[in-house]
């Protein structure tokens, strides 16, 4: 949506650098925000910041067991609350969104993760697919790791 990259790269291959920026839209990857006051939870996976629509992002993945499927999306939606009041307090935008993008360790989706998508711009239909591919590959590698190791 904000083209912040020149040219498109596997997941696998693609190394992500911890800020990316253009046009009024600042996208920071895996880096702590400093508040001015003490926040535990200041470290989501992925801040967007577009100062163009003065509103920010905050998106954090996580692949739980799926027994704990609503249970993970709803902990992230709680966890990033005080960072989320924060962010509108020190950086003047309207809206701060919390985003969890969860998918279970086999493949599963909720519901809710093409309404997140869609808050992000990404109508990109096939997108969920490939993460849940990406998740299964995973899982499967993390298996067969456990499965070859000698006593």
């Known amino acids: 949506m ?3 990259l020149e040219q498109r790269v596997p997941y696998y291959q693609y190394t992500p650098a911890p800020v990316l920026e253009r046009d009024g839209v600042r996208l920071y990857w895996d880096r702590p925000i400093a508040t001015d006051r003490t926040i535990l939870a200041n470290k989501p996976d992925i801040v967007v910041m577009d100062r163009a629509q003065s509103r920010v992002f905050l998106v954090d993945i996580t692949i739980p067991h799926d027994e704990n499927l609503v249970k993970a999306e709803t902990e992230k ?3 990033y609350l005080d960072l989320a009041h ?3 307090d020190m950086w003047g935008v309207d809206s701060t969104e919390i ?3 969860v998918i279970s360790a086999n ?3 909720p ?3 093409a309404h997140h998508l869609r808050q992000l711009g990404i109508r990109d239909g ?3 697919a490939r993460m849940q591919k990406a998740v299964l590959l995973d899982s499967a590698r993390i298996v067969r790791r456990f ?3 000698q006593p």
């Open 2 to 4: 904000y083209c912040l």
């Open 77 to 79: 939606k709680r966890k």
């Open 86 to 88: 924060e962010i509108v």
């Open 99 to 101: 985003i969890p993008i």
């Open 107 to 109: 493949g599963l989706i």
């Open 111 to 113: 519901v809710s993760l």
């Open 126 to 128: 096939s997108l969920a």
């Open 147 to 149: 499965l070859s190791l």
